[in-house]
């Protein structure tokens, strides 16, 4: 019993640690180049009529 209360602490912070962290600054980063990437859409070469 103790080793798996020991294993489900040592998941749930490695969660808090390393997988959470990582998800917060992927959605940081893509709310930035979406923002980023709006103005150019305006340059972008227009298709031939």
């Not at 390393?18 to 227009?46: D, G």
Request: charged share 15%; proline share 6%.
């Amino acid at each position: 019993m103790l080793a798996i209360a020991a294993g489900a602490a040592f998941v749930g912070l490695f969660a808090l640690w390393v997988i959470v962290p990582r998800f917060v600054l992927r959605r940081r980063n893509n709310e930035s180049a979406s923002m980023t990437m709006a103005p150019q859409e305006e340059f972008a070469p227009q298709a031939a009529d």
